[in-house]
């Protein structure tokens, strides 16, 4: 078995090689200004995760609120101290421009609306912290990018395992060239989704689990290798044709890449069975596991091979000790108050895209 | 958690509907008549596995010698009490057909002799139990079934995993239902080659770790689903153009397929890294997952949902506790005493090869 204080070292040296986001957690006084944001659609990614995250972190609050629902209006702006001024509708949401006291805004949103609010919020001058998948399609990635270019204003793509220490203890490794050569990769995410909801709907998903879901495995491959791949086949398929909820999406995905290294990768996705979400990646000298890609923790596992017989830790972690939406909140936050640049960018919302893209046309998908 | 009596029953109950091969433990006297095996190749497969496992079986004895190195035969003759008439050499093979106390060969060849002796064997009215894979090319497995059918001997592949209880339990518990719809399979197989080996001399082996490993995954599907692939897509790579065991053979495969069910997997497979071998079979309504393919024990695992939660169980086997070349020696011997159907049979190591031709052709392998 690996020591922890062994582990930690080959990390360390690992991180040396590195050039990767840090968030750095305050360890002195509150910053003299926080980021105010406005979350754009109250679902529950917003209220159950990036609302109370942002509250709970140190360099950023609510305050504002847009959504076509006044009941949930109402309750947040309560609970956040929010004043109506300071509301907006999606009819409304424009003005938000007229608004110094909003800097920034959380889209939390179906995917569909991702570009629409992305494009109008930076043409009001705000700041935009978007959810995944980026967009509906590339067009739509590329205009969200250069629309927050010309208004001078931070973009970034809400991959929160970017900035959880599994992820990036992973890259270090793997990057720094300590487990050898990476060979092959396998990875999935997936869950049975329920009936009725926009997710199995194209017109608002744009695609089924492997924009959702299986996305997490895709991304976190790209993360971790520093590659794009070079090239990629797949599949998809629908078990059950009568099932209401792959009328429009696909039920399943499977598709297998090259990347320019030589190291290959084979992944999967459903929407018709819970797969723990996971990434193995098969070096020359050891294997790196990210098990989990959920909200509330993702392990690391890593085997290194030495002298003949495998050295072992497991590391269950959540992001130092810290709700990853504390994190991502307090990540974004600190890039705009202190203009440094934004590791997931919507360059890198792009790029997934287009990954997603080569995917549904290597599977035969239309449109 | 599951207990072992709810997932006995489980077991149980799919067991009813299916159609396995069993091997039949003697509870009783000793079989009046044993099989009488000359193995042929003496390497360590058949030294150090199949002829200890024939051994300690019920069914079978080892009564000759086939190999090309007088001082193997010497040392395993004395051994196992194997008089010189009984002993050939690869000149000498052919009139083993005049040797009333040899039944059956077992092949533990390179894979380019496979296809020879199978048929050289068949030809000498000798039953063949061949090591995986069955041969180089599809035209050479036509050629092995053809030749065992006109000599009207038994022709079994050594898919030594079919008659493990992992395996069996597995492809019941799909078959049945009793796991619900079958979405997506991920699974993999791979180790880090030594240098100088035949298996990394295409002429000898027919191609790299697909064929040699890789094919557990691959077999592994295809025996619990049931189904063949209706369409396959890979890629092969090589991660280092200079390393002398990749001159003549891909380091990496990755490859999907998907079945007529709509069930799609995705595999890996590899000379690079040292894989655990595993296939996980995501279900709507759970996981089964299967756990290395190694000599020394095999682990299923059952994640069953219900009631909203999983009911799990872990259950490591190696064959009802028995050694898994004794229950391979013995149920080939059993099908040979009895003149029974196998089920591993030549059609069955066919298909793995017609799959593996589709991944070496989408690959673009050449030849």
Same mark, same amino acid.
């Given at each position: 078995?690996?020591?922890?204080?062994?582990?930690?070292?080959?990390?360390? *040296?690992?991180?040396?090689?590195?050039?990767?986001?840090?968030?750095?957690?305050?360890?002195?006084?509150?910053?003299?200004?926080?980021?105010?944001?406005?979350?754009? @659609?109250?679902?529950?990614?917003?209220?159950?995760?990036?609302?109370?995250?942002?509250?709970?972190?140190?360099?950023?609050?609510?305050?504002?609120?847009?959504?076509?629902?006044?009941?949930?209006?109402?309750?947040?702006?309560?609970?956040?101290?929010?004043?109506?001024?300071?509301?907006?509708?999606?009819?409304?949401?424009? +003005?938000?421009?007229?608004?110094?006291?909003?800097?920034?805004?959380?889209?939390?949103?179906?995917?569909?609306?991702?570009?629409?609010? +992305?494009?109008?919020?930076?043409?009001?001058?705000?700041?935009?912290?978007?959810?995944?998948?980026?967009? %509906?399609?590339?067009?739509? !990635?590329?205009?969200?990018? &250069?629309? !927050?270019?010309?208004?001078?204003? /931070?973009? %970034?793509?809400?991959?929160?395992?970017?900035?959880?220490?599994?992820?990036?203890?992973?890259?270090?490794?793997?990057?720094?060239?300590? %487990?050898?050569?990476?060979? &092959?990769?396998?990875? &999935?995410?997936?869950?049975?989704?329920?009936?009725?909801?926009?997710?199995?709907?194209?017109?608002?998903?744009?695609?089924?689990?492997?924009?959702?879901?299986?996305?997490?495995?895709?991304?976190?491959?790209?993360?971790?290798? @520093?590659?794009?791949?070079?090239?990629?086949?797949?599949?998809?398929?629908?078990?059950? /044709?009568?099932?209401d909820r792959f009328q429009d999406i696909e039920e399943n995905v499977a598709w297998s890449m090259r990347f320019p290294s030589g190291a290959v990768s084979s992944m999967t996705t459903t929407? @018709?069975?819970?797969?723990?979400?996971?990434?193995?990646?098969? !070096?020359?000298?050891?294997?790196?596991?990210?098990?989990?890609?959920?909200?509330?923790?993702?392990?690391?596992?890593?085997?290194?091979?030495?002298?003949?017989?495998?050295?072992?830790?497991?590391?269950?972690?959540?992001?130092?000790?810290?709700?990853?939406?504390?994190?991502?909140?307090?990540?974004?936050?600190?890039?705009?108050?202190?203009?440094?640049?934004?590791?997931?960018?919507?360059?890198?919302?792009?790029?997934?895209?287009?990954?997603? &893209?080569?995917?549904?046309?290597? *599977?035969?998908?239309?449109?």
């Amino acid at each position: 078995m690996m020591t922890r204080r062994n582990f930690a070292r080959l990390a360390t *040296a690992a991180a040396a090689v590195g050039t990767l986001p840090r968030v750095v957690r305050a360890q002195i006084a509150a910053p003299t200004r926080k980021v105010r944001y406005a979350p754009v @659609g109250l679902g529950l990614i917003s209220v159950d995760h990036f609302m109370p995250g942002t509250r709970q972190g140190q360099y950023g609050e609510i305050t504002g609120l847009v959504s076509g629902t006044p009941e949930k209006v109402t309750k947040l702006a309560a609970e956040y101290k929010v004043p109506d001024g300071n509301c907006y509708t999606y009819q409304t949401f424009d +003005t938000i421009k007229n608004n110094p006291n909003i800097d920034a805004v959380y889209i939390g949103l179906p995917n569909n609306m991702h570009a629409e609010y +992305t494009i109008r919020a930076a043409q009001a001058g705000k700041h935009v912290l978007c959810e995944k998948p980026m967009a %509906m399609n590339l067009r739509e !990635c590329e205009q969200m990018i &250069a629309a !927050c270019k010309k208004a001078n204003v /931070k973009l %970034m793509i809400a991959y929160r395992c970017h900035l959880q220490s599994s992820h990036i203890e992973a890259r270090n490794l793997i990057r720094s060239g300590a %487990m050898g050569k990476v060979e &092959a990769i396998e990875g &999935a995410a997936g869950f049975n989704i329920a009936h009725g909801v926009w997710r199995t709907k194209r017109q608002y998903a744009g695609g089924g689990p492997l924009m959702d879901i299986g996305i997490y495995a895709l991304n976190a491959a790209r993360f971790v290798l @520093g590659e794009e791949p070079e090239d990629i086949k797949a599949f998809s398929s629908v078990v059950d /044709k009568g099932d209401d909820r792959f009328q429009d999406i696909e039920e399943n995905v499977a598709w297998s890449m090259r990347f320019p290294s030589g190291a290959v990768s084979s992944m999967t996705t459903t929407y @018709g069975a819970n797969q723990e979400g996971f990434l193995r990646v098969h !070096c020359s000298g050891g294997v790196v596991e990210i098990n989990g890609f959920g909200y509330n923790g993702i392990s690391l596992n890593v085997q290194k091979r030495g002298r003949g017989v495998y050295e072992d830790t497991k590391q269950a972690d959540n992001g130092q000790g810290v709700y990853q939406f504390v994190i991502e909140s307090d990540y974004f936050s600190q890039a705009v108050l202190n203009n440094t640049p934004i590791e997931p960018s919507g360059e890198e919302g792009l790029k997934d895209m287009q990954a997603i &893209a080569k995917i549904y046309e290597s *599977a035969g998908r239309k449109g």
